[in-house]
């Protein structure tokens, strides 16, 4: 029986294409500065995304980590969605890492507006943190890959002006935005000081993601990842897989956004779960679970029937489509899911 993985598009394996990238890739040694593919992918994302320049890092967590460090200092606030990922999925790291206090709002699909952030900066005076640090997700996971509004975005950039505050944005699934909005990755992400973004879900690298921002800012990045243990030596390896990412598989994510609709409705149609249609924008389905079982029953039953899926809470699960599961699949899934909780 075939095994078809909706945990997360974290999961996926690299392409036979991916591989020979991989295995013919130029090196040198990063730490040095003269890994020339390494230098090749940072040119080529930092020109996709209209920045001056861009930082290769192991991971999304760390890329989150240091922007949030570079542009910070002990004892400021900041302000993010209750349900981000810079705070759920990144083990305390703006506390640990940045000395950040964090006020964590609650909100409609994972944007904060213009108006709660004004709501939200706190008066300067000698008792209170100083807001500083706004940072938003987008896609955003926990609200089931819901694309941010664009136009709340740029207002969010004005009170961020008006009160001088820094705008960060977690960017991991940025290209699925892209994708299923038709606007660009440079006008997704203009509004914001730093970005990260992750080369490892959606578009099927092995590992890796990146920072963007001025050529300054990125050079202090490029600090702070030797002192998180970021600095790698032949990892053009890596490198390589990203910049055939990058090249290859952008266009084909809405394959994923149509397969995710088809797993939600199908979902939909069983009396065990319930999706809201109207949050799957992209890759990720969040299914409240209203029949009378707890999430890790359900979880246990579909990994046992070939089609792991991930606990998101008590009464919810989620799925992710990816590269690696085709329309066949998703249907070959419901069948299977159909067979157990219909």
């Not at 249609?277 to 389905?285: A, C, G, Y």
């Amino acid at each position: 029986m075939k095994t078809i993985d909706l945990r997360s598009d974290t999961v996926t394996k690299p392409s036979s294409e991916m591989r020979q990238a991989i295995a013919t890739a130029i090196v040198g040694d990063d730490v040095f500065g003269d890994d020339p593919t390494v230098i090749e992918l940072e040119k080529h994302v930092a020109g996709l995304f209209g920045r001056e320049a861009s930082l290769f890092v192991p991971s999304g967590t760390m890329g989150n980590q240091i922007c949030l460090k570079v542009l910070s200092e002990p004892g400021w606030e900041l302000l993010c969605d209750r349900e981000c990922h810079v705070v759920n999925y990144e083990a305390a790291g703006p506390v640990i890492h940045a000395g950040l206090l964090i006020n964590l709002l609650t909100t409609e699909r994972g944007m904060i507006t213009a108006e709660m952030v004004r709501q939200n900066i706190r008066p300067i005076n000698l008792h209170c943190p100083l807001t500083k640090l706004v940072t938003l997700e987008n896609t955003h996971n926990r609200h089931g890959g819901t694309i941010l509004p664009q136009q709340e975005v740029l207002k969010v950039r004005e009170v961020c002006d008006e009160f001088d505050l820094i705008f960060h944005l977690d960017g991991a699934r940025i290209w699925n935005a892209h994708a299923a909005s038709g606007k660009s990755l440079e006008e997704l992400t203009a509004p914001f000081d730093s970005v990260s973004v992750c080369l490892s879900k959606g578009l099927g690298a092995p590992a890796g993601s990146m920072i963007l921002g001025g050529a300054e800012f990125i050079e202090k990045c490029r600090r702070a990842r030797k002192l998180f243990g970021g600095g790698m030596r032949q990892v053009g390896i890596l490198a390589a897989a990203g910049l055939y990412a990058v090249k290859n598989n952008i266009t084909r994510l809405v394959d994923d956004h149509t397969n995710a609709k088809l797993l939600a409705e199908g979902l939909n149609a069983l009396d065990t779960f319930s999706v809201d249609l109207s949050r799957v924008e992209t890759n990720i389905v969040v299914a409240n679970i209203v029949a009378d079982l707890p999430a890790e029953t359900i979880v246990t039953n579909l990994s046992e029937a070939g089609v792991p899926v991930v606990q998101f809470g008590p009464r919810k699960i989620r799925m992710v489509t990816h590269l690696d599961v085709t329309g066949a699949d998703c249907k070959e899934a419901l069948d299977r899911i159909g067979e157990l909780f219909n």
